[in-house]
């Protein structure tokens, strides 16, 4: 056994750490089940201050540490890499919530607080809190923060760094950095938080973070829109931004591809609209005057007029409102299920992408011709927040092709999908992340200067490269 699970046992106790390979085994896969790595232990502390004590006690024994929270990332970033002697740090028993401040509209949670829990919480305090994604019942908000998560709400909210006001987190050194005065103007010096914010726990350990809270929507209008042109959903985006501004919250896309796949794995959705369309768009308005039915009556006659003033120019082909708001939360159902659905096809390959909105007609366009002269067939999945300039553009073997077919062809899918996000002045991860998926990629696409700010930065932070290594940078050692 080694010398690190009996320190450990002593920090934390018997029941902070696991070691027997079966308990081990399931935190060393990722949620795809594409990565898969080895770990010493699991080690899951309560306090900050247990963190720290692991992460001396790993500089001394000279054990790396891979953090996780929920393990739903999609890019390997949790999932231990290499034979480096290494242990999962998983932070989901830090979970206190440390304080509403609603005079601030505010509130300080600890990084194993599950995405939904900090919603339900913040909802029963009259307040809101935006950051909402497919994966919130098992996400932590550690995890989101890693990743500078985005979701379905960055239209109007911005991203998780943008909700953020300060963190808590431990350094390599062990040293715990901690900023949680709540302060929405603060220039002093370099802005550490979004230094580790997306960092993907390569820099520090995120223990806590304190996040901006917002009034509550009164309630939602949504709409399904069945439309062919991707240029007219960015015109249609573009009319509702300013007839509703910041009432817009969500301009979702999906295309027919998307929605065919969804309903064969989950035949509890109905496809809602016209089945021919190539694209359906999930569009919802918030309304936020407390009052009265007249001001939800106002925002659901934006979106009427705006949507039969489209019909009736035929940018777009069918249109169902929502009645209610359970009616609202079905749509989200299905727009939520797709990446569910798409987990359970045997091969696939992901772009979580993003572009300017001005170039993505124009990228879907080209890429989507190119892809299919080259891989006739091929399924392109294509879905995502466009109200964000974020494409979920995931291919899939065409129907008849060998099961080894995605596995022989997928460097050279990636190499030409990633041509042309360089051509159309793109990104390769718009939420995600690079984890272990896009690393090979990275210096490529952000270029020499930027690459070489990161590394040193990572020098400066972490000199023995003791967080997360091998993710996000190749390690130099
Ligand atoms: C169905 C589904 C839908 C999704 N939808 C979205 C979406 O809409 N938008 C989006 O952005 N993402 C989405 N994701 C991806 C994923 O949910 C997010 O990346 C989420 O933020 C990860 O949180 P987690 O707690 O599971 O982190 P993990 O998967 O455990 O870790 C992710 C990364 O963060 C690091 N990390 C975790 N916790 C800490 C910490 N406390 N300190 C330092 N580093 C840490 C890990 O080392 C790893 O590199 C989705 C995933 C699924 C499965």
Known sequence: MHAIIQRLQD??????????????????????????????????????????????????????????????GLCGGATPEGDAPQIILSLKRLNQIREIDLANQTITVEAGCILQSIQEKVAASGAFFPLSL???GSCTVGGNLATNAGGINVLRYGNTRDICLGIEAVLASGEVYSHLKGLRKDNTGYDLKNLLIGSEGTLGIITAGVFKLFPSPFDHSAALVAIDDVSEMVALLHELQRRAGNELCAFEMMSRESLELTIRHFPEFNRPIFTAAKYTLLIELANFEVDNSSASNRVQAVLEETLEGYLVKGAILDAALATSEAQVNEFWAIRDHITLAQAKEPGNIKFDISFAISKIASFIKSTDAILQQKFNGVQIINFGHLGDGNLHYNLCAPKDAKSDYILNHEKNMTELVIAQIQL?????????????????????????????????????????????????LFSEE
């Open 134 to 136: 497919a994966a919130q």
């Open 424 to 472: 159309f002045d793109g990104s390769i991860s718009a939420e995600h992340g690079i984890g272990q998926l896009k690393r090979e990629y990275l210096m490529h696409h952000r270029g020499r200067v930027a690459y070489q700010m990161m590394v040193a930065i990572k020098k400066a932070l972490d000199p023995d490269n003791l967080l997360n290594p091998n993710k996000v």
């Open 11 to 72: 920090c934390l106790g018997l029941a902070g750490v696991l070691f027997e390979k079966e308990d081990v085994a399931p935190y060393c896969k990722d949620w795809r089940g594409i990565f898969s790595g080895d770990a010493l232990a699991v080690a899951m502390p309560k306090t900050t201050q247990q963190v720290a004590e692991i992460v001396q006690l790993c500089q001394e024994l000279h054990v790396k540490i891979v953090p996780q929270g929920g393990n739903t």
